[in-house]
């Protein structure tokens, strides 16, 4: 019986990530289509270039959060991490440091600084919320130390052509996104350590019982998550051609609100890397129509904070009536 059980919760719960997957598709169609009606750049090839550019930006933080959420976890640290990862680079070049090296101990750094978000929330016992809270205020402190809060310019052109080359028609930063996508889904869908991210997400005790490394689980986590935030902070340096202190502010926001509006639960157990994808897309396909049709800025904002509570009240609601 109990088995039986086990799989009509299973079949659900496909059935639920199918239905938000379409329902968000859908969403993005509509809001495609009135763009194109209502303003006259939106469907032009260089709008489109530089809205995927953006969103594949902030899609790649976002892989990395939809994995921190499906654990039951949250990680505040992200867009620091995107901000070190960038002016660290920048330093590196600006010094010598051949471009392969410094992209990969810019890399390797930020894994290493998302792995210490997991150190703190397993072994710590401290609250994700509050651990990241912390990491997040102490690597953007870090940043304006090792930055003296400038800019830094003057980046190998190796590296800032990354950012505009197409490869095949396709923006090379949106390239990197599609198969770290590619690589996430797989991660989530087909290992055992996708199917034991999604168990602790539902009971830390099932996950204990089963066997489950919790430990390594929980540092692997959040170190792919601060590298993907690493490698997005790489990306986002060479896009703006500068090292920026305060590059990556707010992206933790955006992240956030990518795997929630495509279904994440900040309950846990939750969630999948295409629903985050479409997420991320209807946000910065918000954010590039309101600026096309002349919206102000704050007001998006207001706009995208109550969107990130509308999604979680009806993930709240939806949970309530299930019980």
């Known amino acids: 019986m109990k088995a ?23 969403l993005l169609l509509v809001l495609a289509v009135c763009l194109t009606i209502f303003t006259k750049g939106f469907l032009t090839g260089t709008n489109l270039s530089n809205l995927v ?7 790649i933080v976002a892989l990395g ?3 921190v959420i499906i654990a039951g976890g949250i990680d505040l640290s992200v867009g620091s991490v995107v901000g070190f ?13 051949p471009v392969i090296w410094a992209v990969l101990l810019s890399i390797l750094v930020s894994f290493i600084m998302g792995g210490i978000n997991g150190f703190m929330v397993f072994d710590g016992r401290i609250p994700p919320f ?3 809270l912390g990491s997040m205020a102490i690597i953007r402190g870090a940043i304006m130390l090792v930055s003296g ?8 052109k190796s ?10 028609g396709f923006p090379s930063l949106f390239l990197v996104w599609f198969f770290l996508i590619l690589f996430s889904i797989l991660l989530t869908r087909h290992t055992p350590f996708g199917r034991n991210v ?3 997400g539902s009971s830390i005790e099932v996950a204990r019982l089963s066997g489950i490394n919790i430990r390594l689980t929980t540092y692997m986590i959040y170190g792919l998550s601060g590298l993907m935030s690493g490698i997005a902070g790489i990306l986002m340096t060479s896009r703006l051609a500068n090292g920026i202190p305060t590059g990556g502010q707010g992206y933790e926001m955006d992240a956030i609100a990518s795997c929630v509006i495509g279904g994440a639960s900040l309950s846990g157990a939750e969630g999948t890397i295409l629903g985050t994808v479409m997420g991320a897309f209807i946000i910065a396909t918000l954010r590039n129509g309101g600026n096309l049709l002349g919206i102000d800025p704050f007001i998006l904002q207001i706009v995208n904070g109550i969107i990130i509570v509308a999604a979680v009240y009806v993930d709240q609601y939806r949970k309530a009536h299930q019980k």
Request: charged content about 20%; cysteine-free.
């Open 4 to 26: 039986q059980l086990t799989e009509i919760e299973a079949k659900g719960k496909r059935k639920f990530k199918l239905r938000t997957e379409s329902t968000l598709a859908l």
């Open 53 to 59: 550019r953006q969103t594949a930006i902030n899609g």
């Open 65 to 67: 959060m939809t994995m």
């Open 85 to 97: 990862s960038g002016i660290f680079a920048a330093l590196l070049m600006k010094n010598g440091v």
């Open 130 to 132: 509050i651990a990241t």
């Open 149 to 156: 809060a400038r800019m830094i310019a003057g980046l190998p």
């Open 159 to 168: 590296f800032l052509d990354f950012a505009q080359a197409t490869v095949l």
């Open 198 to 200: 999604y168990t602790i």
